[in-house]
Nanobody, 124 residues
Framework: QVQLLESGGGLVQPGGSLRISCAAS????????MGWYRQAPGKQRELVAT???????NYADSVKGRFTISRDNTKNTIYLQMNSLKPEDTAVYYC??????????????????WGQGTQVTVSS
């Protein structure tokens, strides 16, 4: 069906920037809403940002003004540009997508597809 692959995570100093990507691959028919979530050690997974197929965005209050989500529909890819990073942004960042895909002669839909995650560590 469809897989999501995140990339671009790593170690960055406080105040620094990082861009992570999530590329969808497979027999994609249409990508709908997509988003980024994160999970810090000992905490629940939380919403970071979402983007609709039309480009409307939504952000968690904790990242507004610092993070920007974007998508390239020609590449079935979303990005998260993270600026002014703080130690509390340290987490595994997961990509999430609502995607329609070709399954034989039919079109199926996975409303809640997840990637494997990419680690972002903000530390001096």
């Amino acid at each position: 069906q469809v897989q999501l692959l995140e990339s671009g995570g790593g170690l960055v100093q406080p105040g620094g920037s990082l861009r992570i990507s999530c590329a969808a691959s497979g027999r994609i028919f249409n990508m709908h809403d997509m988003g980024w979530y994160r999970q810090a050690p000992g905490k629940q997974r939380e919403l970071v940002a979402t983007v609709t197929s039309g480009g409307d965005t939504n952000y968690a209050d904790s990242v507004k003004g610092r993070f920007t989500i974007s998508r390239d529909n020609t590449k079935n890819t979303i990005y998260l540009q993270m600026n002014s990073l703080k130690p509390e942004d340290t987490a595994v960042y997961y990509c999430n997508a609502d995607v329609s895909y070709k399954s034989g002669t039919y079109v199926s839909r996975d409303y809640d597809l997840w990637g494997q995650g990419t680690q972002v560590t903000v530390s001096s």
